[in-house]
């Protein structure tokens, strides 16, 4: 791990006006978001959500951003959670033309990739959403060779992006349904081994997931060569 | 105000007092957030340094640590992920102790925790002095897992929880802040939950 050296600006609260809501299976939402005054984001960094109650009662989450830079809306995918105060609000009430108080980006350089570095971008159930930014990016550049992106999901349904991720190439494994003639499994080593190596060693590589997720991914990038170090994780765990 | 949301956890009064603003009670679960991979270390090749300005740079041993006198904290974690833990026993020792024993000089004003991951955070000397800070090595009772930062972390519970560094190995004495890992990625440089400074700006 090294120290970020980033000159981070800092942010403050605004709003952003909701444009366009998707409510997608099996239980996801995307927003698409109009945030007054935005600082365009780097891809791996999130926004902060917050909800306000007529008693001045507040709630907030962090989402990782889904969108390009370039993208004039600020794109979320927000997973609704049992019981979860802000995901099932994003979920259930919100409706095109709402506000929302956001905050962001945030995130700083860590788990931020600007189409320099060749990495590897490991992403698991929601924990794909930041390398989504991250591969739009790379697909408008022009430089998906120096993304090597795995999405590990239970099912094609409840993989977030899925179609958009097997047409660009990323490498997706499924881990509760075949996917072609890929019989449900996580990743295996071999299979992320040659994603690390070829053409050239990555430099870098990021995971996004659950605790469990992360840990496995870390465990395993390490068994094919990748060096503790240069690993960035991005965990999510119990908020809603 | 947000159309349409009112807000749930808001039952009880344990709520006014003990939660800070924008918490939320997570209950028995304890959430884990680290931005590196998660090390493992045998105890018997860790170390804790005092360094910096102080007249006696200091090191000890996982054994030498334990022959400190040692001391609890039974009270409230809060992450800036916006939970909170209540009700949580570290056993450590005091950086009091070790203070004491490295000898600040008069310029120290600031500390730098490092962690054997390369993680730093930046803390003010006076959050880490008068009872109001540790190194831990048990929670509940039990030994501190990896994932919680193993074998020893550093304990500033009346801060948000990222400046409570895991697998700390280092305690830098500084006549100047500068930032830490999540400070320099645009978190707060003190990070008062009950002042909710979270992030670079924020009052």
Redesign the interface.
């Known amino acids: 791990m090294s120290t970020a050296t980033g000159d981070v600006p800092a942010t403050s609260w605004t709003t952003a006006t909701v444009v366009e809501v998707e409510r997608v299976p099996l239980r996801y939402v995307r927003l698409r978001l109009d945030v007054a005054g935005r600082t365009p984001h780097r891809p791996g960094q999130h926004y902060v959500v917050r909800l306000r109650a007529p008693d001045d009662y507040t709630a907030q989450r962090s989402y990782s951003v889904a969108s390009d830079p370039a993208d004039p809306l600020v794109e979320l995918l927000v997973e609704q959670l049992p019981d979860g105060e802000v995901s099932g609000h994003l979920h259930d009430v919100v409706e095109p033309g709402d506000v929302l108080e956001v905050r962001g980006p945030i995130g700083g350089d860590w788990f931020a990739w600007d189409g320099d570095a060749t990495a590897i971008a490991v992403g698991g159930g929601t924990g794909i959403v930041p390398i989504v930014s991250m591969l739009r990016l790379a697909v408008r550049l022009g430089v998906t060779e120096r993304l090597r992106v795995v999405a590990v999901g239970r099912s094609l349904d409840e993989l977030p992006y899925a179609t958009e991720l097997l047409d660009a190439g990323a490498f997706v494994a499924l881990t509760r349904e075949n996917l072609g003639s890929r019989v449900a499994a996580p990743p295996y080593p071999e299979e992320l081994r040659d994603l690390v190596d070829l053409p050239t060693p990555v430099e870098r590589a990021y995971v996004c997931g659950s605790v469990g997720f992360a840990s496995w991914a870390t465990r395993t990038l390490g068994e094919v060569g990748v060096l503790s170090r240069s690993i960035r994780v991005e965990q999510f765990g119990v908020t809603g | 105000?947000?159309?349409?949301?009112?807000?749930?956890?808001?039952d009880g009064a344990v709520r006014s007092d003990r939660l800070p603003?924008?918490q939320?009670d997570?209950g028995r679960?304890w959430?884990?957030?680290?931005?590196?991979?998660?090390?493992h270390l045998a105890r018997e090749h860790w170390s804790l340094t005092v360094d910096g300005l102080v007249g006696t740079p200091t090191t000890w041993t996982w054994s030498e640590l334990h022959a400190l006198p040692h001391s609890s904290y039974d009270g409230d974690i809060h992450c800036v992920?916006?939970?909170s833990r209540f009700d949580t026993t570290f056993r450590g020792v005091s950086v009091d102790v070790l203070l004491d024993a490295a000898g600040p000089l008069p310029d120290a004003a600031y500390v730098m925790a490092h962690s054997t991951?390369?993680?730093?955070t930046n803390l003010p000397l006076a959050d880490v002095t008068g009872g109001r800070a540790w190194v831990v090595w048990e929670a509940d009772g039990r030994p501190l897992s990896d994932?919680h930062g193993g074998p020893v972390r550093l304990l500033v519970p009346h801060l948000y929880f990222w400046k409570s560094a895991k697998w700390v190995s280092r305690l830098e004495l500084m006549a100047h802040d500068r930032p830490?890992?999540?400070e320099?990625?645009?978190y707060h440089d003190r990070g008062d939950p009950w002042l909710e400074q979270r992030?670079?700006?924020d009052p």
């Open positions: 105000m947000t159309r349409g949301f009112t807000g749930r956890r808001r603003p924008g939320y997570v679960d959430p884990t957030l680290t931005a590196e991979a998660t090390p992920t916006t939970w991951t390369g993680y730093t994932e830490g890992f999540w320099a990625n645009g992030y670079q700006g």
